[in-house]
């Protein structure tokens, strides 16, 4: 009886060394100075971007194997090998030339067709409650916290149906459960050198807090942002998921990004189309150029000095700032819909010359928190609790 209790402990202790065991995939560190630039391709998978304890670049890449038999080890991590370099300062991360990539072009629409079906369900455009910066920020929250497909899918399309919601999130624990190996990529950055970085079909996550200049070009996948803040800084998001907490500075590009939340924006220019964006508070000299997107302007900070709007075929959800500020409309061809009493003004629909058709003054005996700028043609206002009228 002793032999095959020692027989059994040693069996189960075995199966643990099997089961349950860490890789490390690829380690690296390069040092760095303030003319360091990074270039980064991740043609599928996820990053997380953090700050760096020092001046060095740290690459770290491992993977936690937890139900996979020990024979099966090798062929995920051929699929997963990574190389960098450095040379004249200038360092490339990438995938290693001999390594396949896991995705196409179709899987990379599959990708993005799921995140659609998932967070495009839920349809805000007839909300009439103004959000808040924490009710943005708990959404992102939320959002990031989402395990799989079926507890996304469960807490959003089956928020009222409790029962298909519960069957759902079950499924979701035995997924989560019934996972064999977890990736983790994690690339430690510097304060002082610059980000180029282009990504397909893949998940980055910017976990702290950022002034780095950054170039961006994602497509097909989700961006996680923190802070970011510089002038600098291009960003061009297409057919994707963008979440962000904080965006200040630079110019923010996107194309068929079905859901975008941004707490507080800041300096930022931005160029879209048939996009859906929804910014918690609007800072200082914001300009947004759009074609056929749709708008959620829910607060203002009391200094925003000015917010410039060009747009054509465009859905602006517009919440007046109860703030002393101006705000001018020009263009054709627009509808005012004022939510709260269901009465609809259209404005100029014949004329294809711009005329003024919303002129508010601020009140020249108060410090006028700024001036809210739209050129609108082709579009509809969406406007809650109007001051105007």
Do not use: C
Not at 119 to 139: A, P, Q
Not at 215 to 243: A, M, P, Q, T
Not at 288 to 309: A, H, P, V
């Amino acid at each position: 009886m002793k032999n095959q209790f020692r027989l059994l402990l040693v069996l189960l202790i075995t199966m643990q060394a099997v089961l349950g065991q860490n890789v490390e995939v690829f380690t690296k560190s390069f040092k760095t100075d303030k003319n360091t630039i990074a270039y980064i391709e991740i043609p599928d998978g996820s990053v997380k971007f953090v700050s760096s304890p020092d001046d060095s670049i740290h690459i770290n890449y491992n993977i936690n194997f937890i139900k996979l038999p020990k024979k099966e080890h090798q062929r995920i991590l051929d699929s997963v090998r990574i190389e960098a370099t450095q040379e004249n300062n200038i360092i490339s991360i990438k995938k290693h030339p001999n390594v396949k990539q896991s995705l196409n072009t179709s899987s990379y629409v599959s990708v993005f067709s799921l995140d659609r079906l998932i967070y495009e369900t839920k349809d805000t455009t007839t909300t009439t409650t103004r959000k808040l910066k924490s009710d943005i920020s708990n959404e992102i929250t939320e959002i990031k916290s989402y395990k799989s497909y079926h507890e996304a899918k469960a807490k959003i399309i089956y928020a009222n149906d409790l029962k298909r919601k519960e069957r759902l999130l079950k499924k979701a624990v035995k997924w989560q459960n019934n996972r064999n190996f977890k990736r983790n990529f994690i690339v430690e950055i510097p304060k002082h050198i610059s980000l180029k970085i282009v990504a397909k079909g893949s998940l980055l996550d910017f976990h702290d807090e950022f002034d780095n200049q950054l170039s961006l070009r994602l497509d097909y996948g989700r961006l996680y942002i923190n802070k970011i803040e510089n002038s600098e800084n291009e960003l061009k998001v297409h057919n994707s998921l963008l979440i962000a907490r904080n965006i200040s500075g630079g110019k923010l590009e996107t194309d068929r990004v079905f859901k975008a939340l941004i707490t507080e924006l800041n300096n930022v220019e931005i160029e879209s189309e048939f996009s859906k964006i929804e910014i918690g508070e609007l800072g200082s000299n914001n300009k947004i150029t759009d074609f056929n997107s749709e708008y959620f302007f829910y607060n203002w900070t009391k200094d925003f000095q000015r917010f410039d709007l060009f747009s054509d075929y465009s859905k602006i959800h517009f919440f007046y700032p109860n703030l002393n500020h101006g705000f001018e409309v020009i263009g054709y061809n627009t509808r005012n819909v004022l939510m709260k009493d269901n009465f609809e003004v259209t404005m100029q629909p014949k004329s294809k010359e711009r005329n003024r058709l919303i002129s508010k003054p601020f009140n020249p005996k108060e410090k006028s928190s700024g001036l809210i700028f739209f050129d609108i043609v082709n579009g509809i206002i969406y406007s809650y609790k109007d001051s105007i009228k």
